[in-house]
Every structure is written in structure tokens, then in C-alpha cells.
Nanobody, 124 residues
């Protein structure tokens, strides 16, 4: 089992940047595929980005490709989401996710473990 705690959300103007962090508990962190989902008001949760347990493979939803970068530091039990060129439509609660049953988190994954979420608000 793994526990996930997100940080780094906040209010930023359009065009700005934020870096989300997610600290995970447990000694088997490096065996988990990790990712980020988000949920905007009145909308369903959606996949944002995923990374394999080794960090060698990454996946992104089309609307964030070229703007967001997911990375992981297995020595620090932490996964990051660097978000650049933010847009008002990126406003959402962002959730860190983890799963050991898949090699990587992708758009079709239903992750087993979820963090509590961190709010990201992009003003126009």
C-alpha cells in the first residue's frame, strides 16, 4: 500500500508556471507506476500525465503535451508535474495516483491509489 500527499498548487496567471509535487510513503515506491489526474468543477476526472516505474516512459493527454512534464525521483519517493504556459482551462484539482498492477499510468488506467488533491487555479 502507498500513501500519496500532493503539494505545490495555487493561483497563477495565464502563461505562468507551477510545479506540483507528490510525496509517497512506503519502501516499494520504485515499483509503482505514477501519474496525475485532474478534475475541474462540473466535469469528470481526467488523465493528465503518467510515468512508468522506471521513469523511462511518459504519457500525456493531448491538451497538455509540450506544456507539462512529469518526472520522478525514486530516491526521494517523489513524483513531479511541471506545468508551463498554464491556461484558464487547466484550472482543476490535481490528484497524484499510483498503481503497481500496470507498467505505466496511461489514459486508460483506473489507478488504485489516489492522493487528496491540490487546487490549481489559472486566472485569465
Amino acid at each position: 500500500q502507498v500513501q500519496l500527499v500532493e503539494s505545490g498548487g495555487g493561483l497563477v496567471q495565464a502563461g505562468g508556471a507551477l510545479r506540483l509535487s507528490c510525496a509517497a510513503s512506503g519502501r516499494t515506491f520504485s515499483t509503482y507506476a505514477l501519474g496525475w489526474f485532474r478534475q475541474a468543477p462540473g466535469k469528470e476526472r481526467e488523465f493528465v500525465a503518467g510515468i512508468s516505474w522506471s521513469g523511462g516512459s511518459t504519457y500525456y493527454r493531448d491538451s497538455v503535451k509540450g506544456r507539462f512534464t512529469i518526472s520522478r525521483d525514486n530516491a526521494k519517493n517523489t513524483v513531479y508535474l511541471q506545468m508551463n504556459s498554464l491556461k484558464p482551462e487547466d484550472t482543476a484539482v490535481y490528484y497524484c495516483v499510483a498503481d503497481r498492477s500496470v507498467p505505466s499510468i496511461t489514459i486508460t488506467t483506473i489507478p488504485k491509489y489516489w492522493g487528496q488533491g491540490t487546487q490549481v487555479t489559472v486566472s485569465s
